[in-house]
C-alpha cells in the first residue's frame, strides 16, 4: 500500500512538472523576425528608408542582426523594392502577420535598377495592404553597415 501511494505522488509530481514545462514553452518567444518589436521604420514610394544594422537590432538564430521596415501600400498594383548597400544584403517580404511571402539575395534585374548586383530586389503585383521587409546583411554576421530601401510603385523594369 505503501508502494502504491509513493508510485502515486511520483506520477502526479512528474505530471506537474510536465504541466509547468508546457506553460512555460508556450510563453517563449518564435525564432523568427519579429515585426512589431524589430520595426524601424517605414519605407513607402518616393520616401526610401535609410537603416543601419548593428549590435542595437534583432538577432536571428544565426547570430545576424536584422531590420522590419514596415510599407503601407495604399493601392494594388506593381510594385518594385530595393536595397542599396556596399555590403550583400537580403530582403524578406513579409504579410501583415509578418509571414514570409517572397525574399531575394543577389538582384538579376541590377543594371536595369541601377544597383550593385549583391543588393536585394523584388517586382510583383501586391495587393493594398501592410507589408513588412526583413532586411539583414547575408555575407555575414554584423559585417554591413547603412542600406537604403526604396519602393516604386510604377511598372516593372525590363
Known amino acids: 500500500m505503501k508502494n502504491a501511494l509513493w508510485s502515486?505522488?511520483?506520477?502526479?509530481?512528474?505530471?506537474s512538472i510536465l504541466l509547468a514545462l508546457c506553460?512555460?514553452?508556450i510563453d517563449l518567444p518564435l525564432a523568427a523576425q519579429d515585426?512589431?518589436?524589430?520595426r524601424?521604420?517605414?519605407?513607402?514610394?518616393?520616401?526610401?528608408?535609410?537603416?543601419?544594422?548593428?549590435?542595437s537590432d534583432c538577432t536571428l538564430g544565426n547570430g545576424r542582426r536584422y531590420e522590419i521596415v514596415r510599407y503601407v501600400k495604399p493601392a494594388g498594383g506593381m510594385?518594385?523594392?530595393?536595397?542599396?548597400?556596399?555590403?550583400?544584403?537580403?530582403?524578406?517580404?513579409?504579410?501583415?502577420?509578418?509571414?514570409?511571402?517572397?525574399?531575394?539575395?543577389n538582384c538579376g534585374a541590377w543594371n536595369a535598377l541601377g544597383i550593385n548586383p549583391q543588393n536585394s530586389c523584388l517586382t510583383g503585383?501586391?495587393?493594398?495592404g501592410t507589408y513588412y521587409f526583413c532586411i539583414f546583411e547575408r555575407s555575414g554576421a554584423n559585417?554591413?553597415?547603412?542600406?537604403?530601401?526604396?519602393?516604386?510603385?510604377?511598372?516593372?523594369?525590363?
Request: aromatic share 8%; with cysteine.
Open 8 to 15: 502515486s505522488n511520483v506520477r502526479l509530481y512528474g505530471l
Open 23 to 25: 506553460l512555460f514553452l
Open 35 to 38: 515585426c512589431f518589436n524589430c
Open 40 to 55: 524601424r521604420g517605414d519605407v513607402s514610394a518616393g520616401q526610401p528608408y535609410t537603416g543601419t544594422i548593428n549590435t
Open 79 to 105: 510594385v518594385t523594392i530595393t536595397t542599396s548597400s556596399s555590403c550583400d544584403t537580403f530582403m524578406e517580404l513579409m504579410s501583415s502577420g509578418c509571414g514570409g511571402m517572397n525574399s531575394n539575395t
Open 125 to 128: 503585383n501586391l495587393p493594398a
Open 143 to 158: 559585417s554591413c553597415a547603412q542600406y537604403t530601401l526604396a519602393v516604386d510603385e510604377g511598372e516593372a523594369p525590363p
